[in-house]
């Protein structure tokens, strides 16, 4: 109960930044509560801590957190998932920094502490404005070569960025996508029932499926996480449809990674990755066995072969 009120909060309120801190102590006691109730790294005097928030011309308040330990030798940029947020990627953080990266991530707009209406967009490209604006912020700091992660509609997230950015230099090391989405599981059907539904509805109840085979962490998900949404808003459904019909032709040679579990009942893996395979000329796979949806989120033998396959 302490942390949902600290949530609602940081939600609401104007955002609690803080720089290079080296110590819990030195943050708000709002933020100090989300870094601990997520168990995510905290400030000590070999990781230094930063956080604050940018504004785009679709989001007032986007929320970023970075984490720098003393010797970096790359910067990590993380791109969460639809209805995931930062505190939900402690393990993939702590990964990162064990392999000497620096890491920064942010809570997409309408998830996590960031602001906007709960789950929703209006517009894909929103979420390229939000990943442009963290691009621009980290230009402001020493430069370190650029690795970026992406989970699910992250994953989606980036290779937009690499299509739209494909004439230019790529400012990325190496790309890794977790369970990239391009079509979610039943969208043949769903897409339809969508265009009926739409006139009469504005959401529909959500269900929180078994995405990971670590028990505690679906329990986790939908019960004690206070930044959770019950509703899907059918604007995202429809923004997510426009998405598709473009993203479909769209073709890029950037080198990629992709990692996909094999019991994956979110997005439509198989025909995803026909797909990728065939307008990515330059993406590898790596296929987990027995591995779900959420795989940042999986249990700890799954876990170590999702990241045993990350290319940096």
């Known amino acids: 109960m302490h942390y949902t009120a600290a949530a609602q909060r940081l939600q609401s309120d104007a955002w609690h930044s803080i720089e290079l801190a080296d110590q819990n102590d030195q943050l708000h006691p709002d933020l100090a509560a989300h870094v601990h109730y997520f168990s995510l790294p905290q400030p000590a005097p070999g990781l230094l801590f930063s956080s604050g928030s940018l504004q785009t011309a679709a989001t007032k308040k986007l929320g970023w957190y970075r984490w720098q330990p003393l ?4 910067r990590a940029v993380v791109v969460h998932g639809y209805m995931d947020h ?3 990627y402690g393990h993939l953080i702590r990964e990162l920094l064990a392999r000497d990266c620096e890491v ?5 707009p309408g998830h996590g502490l960031s602001s906007g209406e709960r789950a929703s967009i209006d517009d894909f490209q929103h979420y390229q404005l939000a990943l442009r604006a963290i691009l621009e912020l980290q230009k402001g700091w020493p430069s370190l070569p650029l690795v970026a992660f992406g989970q699910s509609t992250g994953g989606a ?5 690499l299509v739209e950015n494909s004439a230019t230099p790529s400012p990325w090391l190496a790309v890794n996508l977790f369970a990239p989405l391009f079509e979610p599981a039943r969208w043949r059907f769903n897409r339809h029932l969508l265009r009926w539904l739409s006139p009469w509805l504005t959401s529909i109840p959500r269900k929180f499926k078994a995405n990971s085979s670590d028990t505690q962490f679906n329990r986790f998900l939908s019960s004690a996480d206070p930044l959770q949404t019950r509703v899907i808003p059918l604007q995202w459904l429809k923004a997510m449809a426009n998405w598709i019909a473009v993203f479909q032709h769209h073709q890029c040679d950037h080198p990629l990674h992709i990692i996909q579990g094999n019991r994956d009942n979110t997005v439509a893996w198989r025909s995803n990755l026909e797909h990728f395979q065939s307008h990515f000329s330059a993406a590898s796979i790596t296929l987990i066995d027995g591995a779900g949806h959420q795989l940042v989120n999986e249990s700890d033998a799954l876990r170590r072969q999702i990241f045993a396959a990350i290319k940096i």
């Open 71 to 74: 010797r970096p030798k790359y």
């Open 104 to 108: 920064l991530c942010f809570d997409l």
């Open 157 to 161: 997230i980036l290779l937009q960025h």
């Open 86 to 88: 930062t505190g939900l």
